[in-house]
């Protein structure tokens, strides 16, 4: 069986599982491949028997939720003619199914206990075909484009009669739940005029028409109920948002039952225990919650996708070395599919190798891939930063740094101070302090990898990143000359603007770069933008126009800036994708951008060439194929 080789291409050879949902012996998930010729992703629901292995399919079809009864599903369709999304369910004996609902846009759907009733929550805007308008901030919103006036619209939708019995709308950014026949609703708390900050939250119980408020500006929101037993993700008031949630059940009174880091993955509340997944120095962990808190299923993982009932969790797990496929523990972890393991079998990966070092005041977790070399060969370094600041690297799958490590580079990423799965003193203490202390976590990281590896060539570094890592591509390339060649993604060059210009500028940036903008140096001293003269290495800007969470203007501006300075430097803008294009991206939109990724590495590091054809490279001109 001849090898497939890692290329822009690959990752459309994989399928994605995702949404796992089980109930009883049942087990729903949606299945996602990539159709590289129309430039889509299709996705199937797939319902499998555990005790018989039988499987059904449900295509073009997403949001799978199994009834309690166990006895049907729902879930939703776009309708592409229409633009409007539809609710569908099915009688899972015979797969028979009517659509029940249409709506324009949904976010959410989920069975009452009477497995009859579904609680449906999307939201409707102006929608006026000329303009947008709006009276609050944020105006956009990432994933989610311009607001124009969004309310949050919850529907309960009786499946029997297909017939809406409760139609009622709240604030933007509120969630619902069941919680026995009312529904509890998490509303972004507000102070006068000013914008939800969305560290605080008021929770009510809707019932009959009718609305209690059972907590007011409280830092934790309901994940869950069991009709009884209310389960909180977050604390009681938070002074930062990059603090670590906790886990609460309230049942009219409060009991915390974790403590610790919980801003990955979801938590479930099933027959009195509570699953819930935990990040810890680059891996995901799950735990259960059975009267005390322990872990249960550990290791040098990432579980990604958590759902659970009758004493079974169902979930989605991945390796450094293997995307994600879903598990099923019951006291022990059973994989339960195995879509990529035949190509995994003819692809070459590369595990981690794990590293710690002492950095400042603090020990820092680092990793590395090694490539495969001849004796004596020396090879170039890709230096990784992770989004955040407060993302994680670790035992998770990340395609370029696999596709990389096969192009014959060193991969080296570590988790600076302010990542998570560590304890809450580490994560704070970048507030204020952007660019300094974790920036010499991440060179001494890269100082005691050069100590590990000898073939590792000192003179061709380079260094990659999205969001907070774009920040770090262009914070790096203005503050050392270690960095031969940098490209820096949807990133940061000036904190000011993205304070006043992002979706979350408003309480996010104030947070990490300091109180008072307008006011404080910080806002200047931080930016990468005002250092552009230090600029040496080559950088390639990477930007996605409909990204909102780090708008264009941060890239274009730091290129103009710098091309105005006559360095070299260029920029690839996307006309579509959001903040997170690397997965989020259309099929051909990824295909291009790891194209462009390689081969500026490639010609920056490797072949010393001057200049960088993007016209070229993406027209697969064969004098510039590598």
């Known amino acids: 069986m001849s090898a497939i080789e890692w290329n822009e291409k690959t990752f459309s050879r994989f399928a994605y599982p995702n949404d796992p949902r089980i109930e009883g012996n049942r087990v729903a998930y949606t299945l996602t491949k990539v159709n ?23 295509e073009n079809a997403s949001m799978p939720r199994i009834s ?37 846009n949904i976010r959410s759907i989920q069975w009452n206990t009477d497995s009859r009733r579904l609680l449906v929550v999307g ?49 933007r950014f509120s969630s619902g739940l069941w919680h026995g026949d009312g529904i509890i609703i998490n509303v972004p708390h507000r102070e006068g005029s000013k914008p939800a ?28 109920s069991d ?10 008031e938070k002074r930062f948002i990059s603090e670590h949630d906790w886990l609460y059940l309230w049942d009219g009174e409060l009991k915390p039952i974790y403590e610790g880091p919980l801003n990955t993955g979801q938590a479930k509340l099933t027959d009195g225990k509570v699953y819930f997944l935990t990040p810890d120095a680059g891996s995901v962990h799950l735990w259960l919650w059975d009267g005390k808190a322990e872990r249960v299923v550990v290791g040098n993982h990432w579980i990604y996708g958590l759902d659970a009932s009758n004493g079974r969790a169902l979930l989605l797990l991945m390796t450094a070395t293997r995307t994600g496929e879903l598990y099923l523990y019951d006291g022990e972890l059973k994989q339960i599919t195995d879509y990529n393991g035949p190509i995994f079998e003819r692809l070459k990966t590369f595990e981690p190798r794990h590293f710690r070092f002492k950095s400042l005041d603090l020990e820092i977790d680092g990793w590395y891939l090694k490539p495969e070399l001849e004796e004596g060969e020396k090879a170039p370094v890709i230096v990784f930063v992770h989004g955040g600041p407060k993302g994680m690297y670790g035992h998770r799958f990340v395609y370029e740094m696999q596709l990389m490590a096969s192009k014959g580079y060193y991969v080296v990423f570590v988790n600076p101070r302010g990542s998570d799965g560590y304890d809450e003193d580490f994560a704070l203490r970048v507030l204020e302090r952007t660019g300094l202390e974790d920036f010499e976590d991440i060179l001494n990281g890269i100082e005691e990898f050069f100590k590990l590896e000898p073939n590792a060539d000192r003179e061709r570094v380079g260094i990659t ?71 040496k290495a080559p950088l390639l800007l990477i930007h996605s126009l409909e990204d909102y969470r780090c708008p264009l203007d941060q890239s274009l501006m730091f290129y103009n800036v710098l091309k105005d300075l006559g360095k070299e430097a ?51 001109d064969s004098a510039s194929a590598p």
């Open 123 to 171: 939201f409707k805007r102006h929608d006026d075909e000329d303009f947008v308008f709006d009276s609050e901030v944020p105006f956009w919103f990432d994933g989610m484009g311009f607001l124009d006036g969004e309310k949050t619209t919850f529907w309960i939708l009786d499946t029997e009669a297909e017939e809406i019995i409760e139609e009622f709308e709240k604030p």
């Open 465 to 535: 990143g999205i969001s907070y890592g774009g920040f770090m591509t262009n914070w790096a390339l203005t503050q050392s000359d270690l960095f031969k060649a940098g490209i820096s993604e949807n990133g940061i060059s000036y904190w000011l603007t993205s304070y006043a210009f992002s979706d979350i500028g408003l309480w996010y940036d104030v947070e990490v770069i300091g109180p008072n903008p307008l006011e404080n140096d910080n806002y200047r001293k931080l930016s990468p933008l005002f250092y552009a003269k230090n600029v």
């Open 197 to 224: 900050l969305f560290k605080f939250y008021d929770i009510y119980l809707w019932k009959n028409g009718g609305e209690e408020r059972l907590f007011e500006r409280v830092s934790f929101r309901a994940v869950d």
């Open 68 to 104: 309690p009864d166990g006895k049907k599903l729902a879930f939703i369709r776009f309708n592409e003619d229409k633009k409007e999304t539809e609710v569908w369910t099915a009688e899972l004996e015979t797969m028979s199914a009517k659509r029940v609902l249409r709506a324009r």
């Open 227 to 236: 009709g009884k037993t209310i389960l909180l993700r977050g604390k009681r």
């Open 36 to 58: 590289m010729k129309d430039n889509r992703y299709e996705s199937t629901i797939v319902v499998e028997d555990l005790e018989t292995g039988a499987r059904r399919f449900v």
């Open 570 to 620: 260029y920029i690839a803008v996307f006309k579509r994708g959001p903040h997170g294009h690397s997965i989020r991206g259309s099929p051909k939109h990824r295909s291009k951008r790891y194209k462009l990724f390689v081969e500026f590495f490639e010609r920056k590091l490797k072949k010393y060439e001057e200049g960088f054809d993007v016209e070229k490279i993406l027209k697969g």
